[in-house]
Every structure is written in C-alpha cells, then in structure tokens.
C-alpha cells in the first residue's frame, strides 16, 4: 500500500468487511480476499497459510501462485520463510527471497519467478493463526508503509478466523478452533479427575466489528476509553499506598504504560487505516506479546503481563464486555485461566471441580490451594484459553495433566469409567478412616496431613489424620494486598488449634519467596529463585516480620502445646538464629503478663542436603525434624521441579536417594529426635511403603491421600520389603521402583 492514502486503506478493509458478510464459504471468502488484498497493493501474488494443526501450516488461498497447490503445499512450523515467520512471529521483508537463510523451494506453486517476499503473521494476542504473504517479480524489498499497511490487513484477517469466517466442512480445509475435540498435554499440579464445563476466568473479548467506517469517531472511542483506563490506574495507585513502598513501585511502572504516549499514538495510526478502537488496541498487543514473549530480559518479559492486563482491561472498557459478562456459571464448572492468584481461586471456592492453567507451577500458591481445595489441577495447559468457550464441556484428568475439550463420546465415556472407579475406591479407604495404619509385621507409621487454610481442617477429622504435620502459614499472607496484622493472625492460629480438637499441628514459618511471591512484595527477578532469597532466609532478613508472626502463634496457643518448624535451612546457623528470635519473643510474651502455651516443640525443615551433615548439636536442639521432599529431591538430582524436561527423569525410588534418606534418618535416630517425611511424595502408596520400610513412622501428606496410602501399609509385611530393598542395592541396582512394585504386585 506504499504511496496510497489512508482512505485506500479503509476501501480494502470495507471490501474485506463486505466478504466477511457475504454468503458462500469459507474457501470463498479466502479467494475474495487474497484477490482484493494483491490488487489494493499491486502485487502479482497474495497468499494465505493458515495452521492446519499446532505445527503444520497449509496453503490455504492464492492469487498469483498456481491453484493446485491450494490445500497441497504444507509447511511445518519455522521451516522455509513462511514458518520462520508464523514461528518467530515477525514481519519477514526481503528483495530475493531464494538467497535468505533457511528458504525452502516449493515448485508446486511456481513461485520461483516472484523473488520479492513479505510475510506478516497472524495473530491474535499470542495466538498464532497463520501467515500473510505478499510476492513480487520487481526484485525490491517492500516499503515501511506496505509492511505497515499489510500487519493491519493481518489484524482483520485474525478477527475473521476468530468470528469463523473460514470455516469449511469439507475435509479438506483445515480446522478451526472452537468446534472440535480438543487435547492439551499439560502438568499435573493436583492429582484427581473431574468432568463438566468450561467456566473462563477472563472471558475472551469479541470484537465483531474490527473495520471502523470513521477514523475520527474511532479516535474519540480510543481517547475517552484510554482516559478512563488512566483514572482507573490512577486510582489503583492511590489505593497502593497502604500495602507499602514496593507494591506501590510496582504500580507506579504499571502507571507508565497506561500514560505512554507512543503506545497510543500506534493504535491511532492503526485506526488512520482503517482499524476499529477495539482492532487497534488489540493489534498493538499482539506485536508486542510477539516481541516480548522472545525476550531475554526477564524483566521485558515480566512486562509483558502489566501490558497484556492494561490491554485487557481497555479492550473490556471499549466493548462493554466486563469479567460479568451476565452469563450463568454451569454446572460442574472446570475454571479454565492464563494464571490465577490464591484470592482468586479463594473467592471461586468448592464449587469448582477442577481449575486448567495456561501458566502456573508444581509448587505456586495457586496450586497449594487447589490441593486445599482437593480439586484437579492441569497447569501447563498451553493455548487452552484461546480455545475454550464458556460452557464447553472438559474432562480434566489430574493424575495425567491432560485435559479432553469437547471430547468425543467414546472418550468420555473411557473417563467416567476410571472417575467411577476412584469413588468405589474412596469408600473403601472410607472404612479405614478409624484404623491405625499398622503393617502385617506389626510396625506402625502415623499419617498426618498437610493444610494451609481454614478449609483444610474439616479434611483432619474425615481423613483419619493425627494431626497436621504441615501448616503453610504463607496462604494468609498470600491471599491479600497488605502485610496481615498480628492480632488477625493470632485469631486465624487459635481457630486452627480448636479445630485440631487437641491433635497437634506444626506451623510452618513463612516460606514465601521462589514461586510464592507475595502481591506487596516486589519481585526479585532471581535467575533461579528456588535457590534464592526465601523462606528462613527472608525472615532473618526481615526479622520484624518473623517476630510478628512468632507473637502470634505464640498468644495463639495459650493454654495448649505449640509447634514451630523453620522452612527451608540450609546451615546450623539459621536455625540458631531463628531459635533465638523465637525464644526473645517468648520471653518478651512474659515481660507483658501473656499466657504462655503449655509446652514449646522447635523443629526444622531438612530440605536442602547440606543438612543431612549437620553438627550433631543441629539435631540435638531441634524437638522434631521433617523432610521436605519436593525441595530436597529437586536439590539432590539437580533437576527445577517446575521444569517438565528433567524432573521425570530423576525417580523418587533410586537407590541413591533412598541410601540419604536413610543417612538423615540416621542422624536422627543418634540424636533421638523424631523424623517425619513431608511432601508430594508421601502421599503416593507405593513411595509411602517405601519410606516406611526405610524407617520413616510418621509421613505427612494430603488429606485425600491418608486412605490409599493407609490401605497399601495394612496390606504389607514393611520387613520383608525392606529386605527386597537392600538385595536389590546389593546387587547395585539403581532404578529400585520396578523390583519395589514387582514386588507388591505378587503380595
């Protein structure tokens, strides 16, 4: 479109407008329109790739290239220019297109005489949908204004795939999203299965209308709507200043980019062309999703999510579509987000019957909720968004990190089957709830629980727990905008300790930090924050937090007995350190006239190795020891749980692994202190009969994993699979799950 005026542009997208409403197919309007698009610019060739799947893109349309390569000639994802391009997400502008790297000679399309190349993506915020290209025979790059004028013609073409607008029934055409089975391979982040419908947490903005007719109504919409978005952040500023400095810097960045300047001046230029409001505004968010999601800065890419939210928030002002969008949630409803934070996940509560995430991790505070919860949890779940409609009916499959969208019949009715099957399972470990976990050679292990909210407790009761091996006290802290207040925390603590009903519960310092950051907290941007600043290594930082929170638990536990374990210690030091905090808050309690609980239990968290070769004295001062397995396991292999490349391959039941639990245990049994095994892990059977025959007599897991792993123990003799254990590393096996689960099948 070089050299053309503004209202030629506008004349092409009317005319693209106008094929979107005729009748006739989808093949149809895709002719029509790469006709209309190479005679607006003078080309000889104007082409459309759509993706026929994630990583095969099809000629879709030509004019200019021979027409029996339509629906024939297939790339796959950044192979030859037309993949580079769809993969990368950026304009690909050349005057030879043979001589660039990785160009790929496709002779079926006889496009060897059209050496000029320019190819534009596709897309609609972060969703790749195909590949507009544009080809010459002058051998002369593309104008700044025809690169330009195509990225825009490519919004319109992505809001006309969005609305259906080439959806074919033939088999041959590829298929379009929001009309069929669909499959996401995500992560496990909560184990269970759970059938019903889609509930979005952001419902997707439709723009219906992505041509405007009058550039200057177009700019008033733009102005008053970008007006109203600055006074919302503004206020949101001002509303910060209670939570704190950091919160409100964090703000403050936000602020810029809903003042900047050059951001509206592109979605103004985008509406001179002929966008709508809503088009431009979404046009510039996915140019910069595609630049900013490729980013080596992490924090350019954290960026990407104040302007992804302030984009958001503009295209819901401008088309009236608000997060009440006046439709019903369903019934069943499975929560289908990019992320979500603990409070949001709060607010939705138990009626939710499992929650997918684009986004999340193993170990977020997202996740510890939906544990709480005892609802599934798929994380991972990569464009599910894009792709789900409200209503639409889902299978989430915990145990595998799999999620059936629209899933077939035949599918279904394979997953109601096994969801049938794990409830006649859970009532029969129902009638264990009352029994002790004692194994046919007559050891007996205590199971505990883990909780971190309020909605745990009931599970203490109805599981069979003997109390709470693990309170995450961070959730409190997690769930709101500001720092919680003593007297707030002293409450929450007493109600957790009547509704133990006298059974002990073991508060867990403040672990934040890594995943868990808190939303006034600003963020470290840490190249590896699992190995950062966090946990015992914030709270002796920030000593007046831990004395807060100290004070707290200890008022909370007037009267009764109190357990305090420090996270995450990684030297003796620490935990010295964090003892004398805790004894200077219990004599300060004293100084003031304050009951006292009737006895003091200080315990540590071993979850880095360092700690299993601890001065003696280190076990001799703790009153009890748990080992955090999700930490010590990623520590031990080297292996970031929450990257899916390495963290399977490094298995729980490998003899060196076991071989140091079984050093830990040692240490302890020397300093008689007792020893319990607390994480992910406890709580699946066939590791949890395991760490029992290695000596552990107390495992902490989750409450729905109290009656299988109770079921398992009642059914085996613990000696005779030690013994299986230590023949298997006598003859210098180093994988021991197959002989461990061997084993168990025959018994």
């Not at 790469?34 to 607006?40: E, G, N, P």
């Not at 405007?212 to 600055?230: S, T, W, Y």
């Not at 401008?318 to 929560?335: F, H, R, S």
Request: aromatic share 6%; charged share 25%; hydrophobic share 40%.
């Amino acid at each position: 479109m070089a050299g053309r005026s503004d209202s030629d542009s506008r004349k092409l997208l009317r005319r693209l407008r106008e094929t979107l409403a005729a009748p006739g197919g989808g093949q149809d309007r895709l002719d029509d329109i790469t006709t209309h698009i190479a005679d607006s610019m003078g080309t000889e060739v104007c082409s459309v790739y759509l993706f026929r799947d994630t990583d095969t893109l099809e000629l879709c349309a030509t004019e200019g290239l021979k027409s029996q390569s339509v629906h024939k000639t297939r790339l796959r994802l950044g192979e030859g220019l037309v993949g580079r391009v769809a993969k990368s997400g950026r304009s690909i502008n050349t005057a030879n297109a043979p001589a660039e790297p990785g160009f790929r000679y496709m002779p079926e399309t006889g496009e060897e005489v059209f050496p000029s190349f320019l190819g534009v993506p596709i897309q609609r915020v972060g969703e790749k949908l195909g590949v507009l290209v544009v080809q010459s025979r002058v051998a002369e790059p593309f104008t700044e204004d025809d690169i330009y004028g195509l990225e825009v013609v490519a919004m319109v073409l992505a809001e006309m795939a969005e609305l259906g607008a080439f959806l074919d029934q033939g088999s041959d055409a590829p298929q379009m999203q929001h009309r069929f089975a669909q499959i996401f391979r995500g992560a496990s982040g909560q184990e269970g299965a759970a059938e019903g419908r889609v509930w979005l947490h952001e419902p997707r903005v439709v723009i219906t209308n992505p041509v405007g007719d009058d550039p200057q109504k177009e700019r008033a919409r733009l102005n008053d709507a970008v007006a109203m978005l600055r006074s919302n952040v503004d206020a949101m500023l001002a509303a910060s200043d209670a939570a704190g400095k950091e919160y409100t810097e964090v703000m403050e960045a936000y602020r810029l980019f809903a003042h900047s300047r050059s951001w509206l001046r592109r979605m103004e230029e985008d509406i001179d062309l002929g966008l709508s409001a809503e088009a431009a505004v979404e046009k510039e968010q996915s140019l910069a999703r595609s630049r900013l999601e490729s980013a080596a800065d992490p924090y350019l890419r954290d960026r990407l999510h104040d302007l992804d939210d302030l984009s958001n928030r503009l295209l819901r002002i401008l088309t009236g579509q608000g997060k009440d969008t006046g439709a019903e949630m369903p019934e069943n409803p499975i929560l289908v987000a990019r992320n979500i934070g603990p409070a949001e996940l709060l607010d939705y509560g138990r009626k939710l019957k499992g929650v997918v995430l684009e986004e999340g991790s193993v170990g977020s505070h997202a996740t510890v909720v939906a544990r709480s919860l005892a609802i599934p949890l798929v994380i991972h779940a990569a464009r599910i968004t894009s792709e789900a409609l409200n209503g639409d009916p889902i299978l989430v499959d915990g145990d595998m990190g799999t999620v059936h969208l629209r899933p077939e019949e035949t599918i279904a009715a394979a997953f109601r089957d096994k969801v049938a099957m794990q409830a006649e399972a859970q009532k029969r470990y129902a009638g264990l709830r009352d029994l002790p976990a004692a194994s046919l050679c007559g050891e007996t292990v205590q199971l505990y629980m883990n909780a971190g909210l309020m909605a745990d407790l009931p599970s203490l009761q109805n599981s069979g727990a003997e109390g709470v091996g693990l309170f995450r006290t961070e959730l409190q802290f997690l769930t709101r905008t500001h720092v919680p207040r003593r007297r707030e925390l002293a409450q929450l603590y007493s109600h957790v300790l009547d509704s133990a009903l006298g059974r002990p519960v073991m508060f867990r310092t403040l672990d934040i930090g890594s995943d868990k950051v808190l939303p006034y907290m600003k963020p470290q941007d840490e190249p590896n924050p699992a190995m950062g600043w966090r946990a015992i290594r914030v709270g002796l930082d920030k000593t007046g937090v831990l004395k807060m929170q100290l004070q707290a638990l200890i008022r909370a536990a007037v009267g009764r007995p109190l357990y305090v374990m420090f996270p995450f210690v990684a030297e003796m030091s620490e935990f010295e350190d964090a003892y004398r905090i805790l004894m200077e808050s219990v004599a300060r309690e004293q100084r003031l006239g304050h009951g006292m609980p009737t006895d003091l239990r200080v315990g540590a968290m071993i979850e880095t190795p360092s700690m299993a070769y601890a001065p003696k004295r280190f076990f001799e001062m703790c009153d009890f020891i748990s080992i955090g397995g999700n930490d010590l396991k990623q520590f031990f292999f080297a292996a970031d749980r929450e990257n899916e490349r390495v963290r399977r391959r490094y298995d729980t039941l490998s003899a060196p692994y076991l071989t140091f639990l079984e050093l830990i245990l040692a240490r302890c049994a020397e300093a008689e202190v007792p020893v319990s095994f607390c994480g992910e892990d406890a709580g699946r059977p066939i590791e949890a009969v395991t760490f029992a025959a290695l000596g552990f007599r107390r495992l902490s897991m989750r409450p729905a994993s109290i009656g299988p792993v109770k079921h398992l123990i009642r059914r085996v003799n613990l000696q005779a699979l030690r013994a299986q254990i230590d023949d298997a590393r006598d003859r210098g096996i180093s994988n021991l799950r197959p002989v461990i689960t061997d084993w168990l099948a025959r018994q």
